[in-house]
């Protein structure tokens, strides 16, 4: 018996959006000292600290909520404005919205929380050493972002950070 390309694709089902609710749960679950805001319908999200390494300082960082593109902040300490992988409004630059790392079907807790620590952790070596050593993607023709990242410095380097 065949079954017809219209039966089979209309069987296959949309992944859905994931709600604020479930954003919530997952945020109380993996992150509960991060606290929910809600001071209108365009101005929710969480506040929370991070520490990316043992020898960080305590990160208090604004996640404002959005379906597709979450802006992350860093309250206190203050980022340095001439930081890279940052957005012109000075919310962090996570990820490449082109490839479609984040979409409306992805827990806020399990990729923006966790890019944020990494951000900072990458932050902390820009400072240190003046080279942004996480990926990054390109910005413009001639860029070389993108470039596979040596991670064998940046292992050297985190062993003298963390200690390991």
């Not at 902040?73 to 404005?81: F, Q």
Request: net charge positive; glycine share 4%; with cysteine.
């Amino acid at each position: 018996m065949l079954i017809s390309r219209k039966k089979v694709e209309k069987n296959k089902q949309k992944p859905k959006k994931v709600t604020l609710g479930v954003q919530q749960y997952h945020m109380k679950l993996k992150f509960p000292s991060f606290k929910f805001y809600k001071k209108d319908c365009s101005n929710i999200g969480w506040i929370g600290q991070l520490k990316p390494t043992v020898n960080s300082p305590l990160y208090t960082v604004k996640i404002k909520y959005s379906d597709y593109h979450p802006k992350v902040y860093v309250l206190e300490p203050k980022i340095l404005d001439n930081a890279p992988h940052r957005y012109e409004d000075g919310s962090l630059c996570l990820y490449y919205p082109k490839d479609m790392s984040y979409e409306e079907t992805s827990i806020i807790a399990d990729t923006i929380v966790p890019w944020t620590a990494e951000w900072l952790f990458y932050y902390e070596a820009w400072l240190k050493e003046g080279v942004w050593w996480g990926p990054e993607a390109p910005h413009h023709p001639n860029s070389k972002a993108g470039q596979r990242v040596n991670r064998n410095y940046l292992k050297e380097w985190s062993r003298k950070v963390i200690g390991n």
